[in-house]
């Protein structure tokens, strides 16, 4: 999801922000957080993912602002709620970069200056991660944690980018030195939870693209990528994050389907380190409508059944109506053959400070809409014999 900060809502601007003093040099600190809750590793079974050792499909939602909340009773009491509800996956922004070290109140997990990129693993830096993955683990929540946002929200490739030299995103999967500083980025935070059976999935990025480019500029970076963190990690999945453009099967010949954003998304599904394929679902920004995302989710469970792994339809999400727009979308997705999961975009709930973060598209914890695309749906996802 391409986040406008413009959407944010003041409330969740103040709990964002209402973040401890940011240190001028990064702590050395590498505490990982305590390894205490039961569960096996998340997995795949065919066309189906596994957790806790059952198979079958999963609900679940997004939260990129989880991994930036200071105080530990909230992040405690999402995960009660999503727990109590029946929500099994959540996705959590796993980076949070920037150019200069931030003032007073402000978390940040890497700071990118000069050609030299230094991990905060302080209080205000993965110190916070390491509490969300903790308070996962207690409560049997799986995270997929990804390491760059293509948008220049919370940093992304362009912090990388304004660091070391170029002039768009394109050029961070050519360069050797910004590959060079990810990697690394990788190598940290998979070291710290690389035991956890709070993780889902490592994910490469949130919706990488390279506009105009080959589709082989993706597709090697994402080979190269997630086989450098299958080394690392074996023993978890690894996903690409991307939207699931770049797809002949039952194209209409819409933008989304099309190459022009440089993916191939069944031509990376046949990445032996790539676990599973992920795709979004935005018509009002790709100019199509809401029913047209019928089909988009029938045509990449397909793809998938063809590549012999599971789909995760891992976000979408509208600005208003939400429940007659979105519960359509879920009961199709739940029906189609390759398709095991999926996180609606995104999760909000009632914190300490007031409302989490809206960026136009949150649906509230408590509310109608929870009631509609939660609870029911989970209703129907056991009712189906799947859950």
């Given at each position: 999801m391409k986040l406008s900060h413009s959407l944010i809502s003041l409330a969740g601007l103040a709990l964002v922000n209402a973040l401890p003093q940011a240190s001028t040099s990064t702590p050395s600190s590498t505490s990982t957080p305590t390894q205490t809750a039961s569960g096996s590793f998340a997995t795949k079974s065919g066309l189906q993912f596994v957790i806790d050792g059952e198979a079958g499909y999963f609900p679940g939602s997004n939260s990129y602002w989880i991994g930036f909340l200071t105080n530990n009773?909230?992040?405690?009491?999402?995960?009660?709620?999503?727990?109590?509800?029946?929500?099994?996956i959540l996705r959590v922004w796993g980076f949070n970069d920037v150019n200069e070290v931030p003032g007073s109140g402000t978390v940040y997990f890497q700071l990118h200056q000069d050609g030299v990129s230094t991990i905060n693993t302080g209080e205000d830096g993965l110190q916070r991660l390491d509490y969300v993955v903790q308070s996962a683990e207690e409560r049997g929540v799986k995270l997929i944690i990804n390491f760059v946002n293509y948008w220049n929200d919370y940093g992304g490739m362009?912090?990388?980018?304004?660091?070391?030299?170029?002039?768009?995103?394109?050029d961070f999967y050519a360069s050797s030195e910004m590959q060079a500083a990810y990697q690394a980025y990788i190598k940290a935070v998979v070291s710290r939870y690389i035991?956890?059976?709070?993780?889902?999935a490592w994910e490469l990025a949130n919706e990488p693209r390279c506009q105009g480019c080959n589709t082989s500029v993706l597709h090697n970076w994402i080979e190269e990528t997630s086989q450098y963190i299958k080394e690392l990690d074996s023993q978890h999945m690894v996903c690409i994050g991307d939207e699931g453009f770049g797809l002949d099967t039952g194209s209409d010949g819409s933008y989304p389907y099309g190459y022009s954003e440089g993916s191939d998304f069944a031509a990376a599904l046949t990445i032996e380190t790539v676990d599973f394929g992920t795709f979004h679902l935005y018509p009002s920004s790709w100019g199509t409508d809401n029913d047209w995302g019928n089909g988009w989710i029938t045509s990449h469970g397909a793809a998938c059944e063809a590549a012999g792994k599971p789909c995760l339809f891992e976000e979408y999400g509208v600005t208003s109506d939400h429940c007659t727009i979105e519960k359509p979308w879920q009961t199709t997705a739940l029906n189609t053959t390759g398709v095991s999961a999926d996180l609606y975009w995104q999760y909000g709930d009632t914190l300490s400070t007031g409302?989490?973060?809206?960026?136009?598209?949150?649906?509230?914890?408590?509310?109608?809409?929870?009631?509609?695309?939660?609870?029911?749906?989970?209703?129907?996802?056991?009712?189906?014999?799947?859950?």
């Open positions: 009773d909230d992040v405690d009491l999402v995960f009660d709620h999503m727990s109590e509800s029946g929500l099994r362009n912090a990388y980018v304004q660091a070391y030299g170029g002039s768009s995103n394109a035991d956890s059976p709070a993780v889902f409302a989490s973060p809206d960026d136009g598209n949150t649906f509230y914890y408590g509310t109608d809409d929870f009631e509609c695309l939660v609870t029911e749906h989970v209703e129907a996802i056991e009712a189906s014999g799947r859950g």
